[in-house]
């Protein structure tokens, strides 16, 4: 009796990896639209402009994403008529972002947002240095276009 109770502990466990390691596999559009969505809430349109896609490509993606149940939406009202749909990254969305980066790529990440940040707080006292750190965003952003 206690075999068997060890073997179906054994097998339900190798299941449940079997269908994290299934779940944790995401393709790179898939892990832009969830680091779109970790920093706040954004309808499809808006993430679609932020990755530079078509809002036609990237709506099957979040939908993809909802059913793996790493995004959810909500509808926030304006006004009576007026309503959008936003996307939400959830706690499992999170987990496999942070999954699927591996360590260095997370090691880039938090230098470049620091670095980011340290910027943006020494650009903001001289407008002259604000157009330079513009300037120089948009520079890298057109090499990391071209390469």
């Known amino acids: 009796m206690l075999k068997q109770n060890?073997?179906?502990?054994?097998?339900?466990?190798?299941?449940?990896?079997?269908?994290?390691e299934e779940r944790v596999e995401l393709s790179k559009r898939e892990i832009q639209i969830l680091s779109c969505l970790k920093e706040q809430s954004r309808t499809e349109k808006r993430i679609a402009k932020m990755m530079k896609l078509d809002a036609l490509i990237?709506?099957?993606?979040v939908t993809e994403l909802m059913l793996k149940g790493y995004i959810e939406t909500i509808r926030r009202r304006r006004l009576i008529f007026f309503s959008r749909e936003y996307c939400i990254i959830t706690a499992e969305g999170l987990d496999a972002l942070e999954q699927a980066r591996n360590l260095f790529e997370n090691i880039v990440e938090l230098i470049r947002e620091r670095a980011v940040e340290t910027i943006d707080n020494i650009a903001a006292d001289s407008p002259l240095l604000k157009l330079a750190v513009l300037s120089a965003k948009a520079a890298y952003k057109t090499v990391k276009v071209l390469v």
């Open 58 to 61: 990237v709506s099957p993606l």
């Open 6 to 20: 060890q073997k179906k502990t054994q097998h339900q466990e190798q299941e449940r990896q079997q269908s994290y």
